[in-house]
């Protein structure tokens, strides 16, 4: 079964940066879709980012485009999020996700908090 296991997150100032991490585990990724979504308090979850293993196309939200950067390491079956130009908006609980044509599979999540 697939295994996702976030890292990376904490407290950082605005205009600072952090990188997740998700590592995938349980599967061959290569037809598959990764995913960062987030979710603050009293908020639904939304869409940041998504990459295709394969091609390594990818997709972004417009409120992260130009700031965050989604990316895969094929050898280390993990996948990025670098985040730079963090905002106070941007604090929420991020989840890494995975799929073929829905999005299956989910982390646990890793909390950012970003202060003003």
């Known amino acids: 079964q697939v295994q996702l296991v976030e890292s990376g997150g904490g407290l950082v100032q605005a205009g600072g940066s952090l990188r997740l991490s998700c590592a995938a585990s349980?599967?061959?990724?290569?037809?598959?879709?990764m995913g960062w979504f987030r979710q603050a308090p009293g908020k639904e979850r939304e869409f940041v980012a998504r990459?295709?293993?394969?091609?390594?196309?990818?997709s972004y939200v417009d409120s992260v485009k130009g700031r965050f950067t989604i990316s895969r390491d094929n050898a280390k079956n993990t996948v990025y999020l670098q985040m730079n130009s963090l905002k106070p908006e941007d604090t929420a609980t991020y989840y890494c996700?995975?799929?073929?044509?829905?999005?299956?599979?989910w982390g646990q999540g890793t909390q950012v908090t970003v202060s003003s």
């Open positions: 990459i295709r293993w394969g091609s390594g196309a990818t």
């Open positions: 349980g599967r061959t990724f290569s037809n598959y879709v």
């Open positions: 996700a995975a799929g073929i044509t829905t999005w299956d599979n």
